[in-house]
């Protein structure tokens, strides 16, 4: 009995400890401010409806998606979405879908950027919108050394994906991606 009563002890005291140093600190973990982000830029990303499918695998439901060009227009930076990149994308058992997409972004200036986007799409569907989906990713740069865009090889990304308006005709995502302070 008295081990357990002495292993509490030492837990409280530790609690009180964290919890007045975050006090005096002024660092609450569950503060609003914890992220900041600045907003990058917001492509469209057309794609070839002819997708090769793998079909179910070992993880799931596999696909491949072509990328076959776009543009990017953003406050740095802004140019076109060079064609050849694809997504290779998973349904899960669960429904969801996770998209690794590699492509390349070429910048008026002439720059050639390498992006990974790495996306998951749930169904969340409301009464409102039946197709309505949570579209989320996390996305890294390849920029050159000694470019305008170096600082992109520095930080960490987040974006959201979504088909375009026109998505039946001219298939085609647009893409937002904002930096994270």
Same mark, same amino acid.
């Given at each position: 009995m008295p081990t357990s009563l002495s292993h509490l002890t030492f837990a409280t005291i530790v609690c009180l400890l964290f919890s007045s140093v975050l006090h005096a600190t002024g660092q609450d973990p569950n503060r609003d401010e914890r992220f900041q982000t600045k907003f990058v830029y917001e492509s469209r990303v057309t794609i070839d409806q002819n997708r090769p499918i793998v079909g179910n695998s070992k993880y799931g439901n596999r696909g491949i998606v072509w990328i076959t060009g776009g543009e990017f227009e953003g406050p740095r930076l802004n140019g076109t979405v060079i064609p050849g990149g694809g997504d290779w994308q998973l349904t899960r058992p669960d429904g969801s879908k996770e998209l690794d997409a590699r492509y390349a972004l070429k910048t008026d200036d002439g720059y050639v950027i390498y992006?990974?986007? @790495?996306? $998951?799409?749930?169904? /969340?569907?409301?009464?409102?919108?039946?197709?309505?989906? +949570?579209? @989320?990713?996390? $996305?890294?740069?390849?920029?050159? *050394?000694?470019s305008p865009y170096e600082w992109m090889n520095q930080a960490v990304f987040l974006g959201t994906l979504e /088909?375009? @308006?026109? +998505?039946?005709?001219?298939?085609?995502? *647009? *893409? /937002?991606?904002?930096?994270?302070?």
């Open positions: 992006v990974h986007n @790495k996306v $998951l799409t749930v169904p /969340r569907p409301t009464d409102a919108n039946p197709r309505n989906r +949570y579209a @989320k990713s996390v $996305l890294s740069f390849e920029a050159p *050394i000694d /088909r375009a @308006k026109d +998505y039946a005709t001219n298939p085609a995502v *647009i *893409i /937002r991606v904002w930096e994270l302070l």
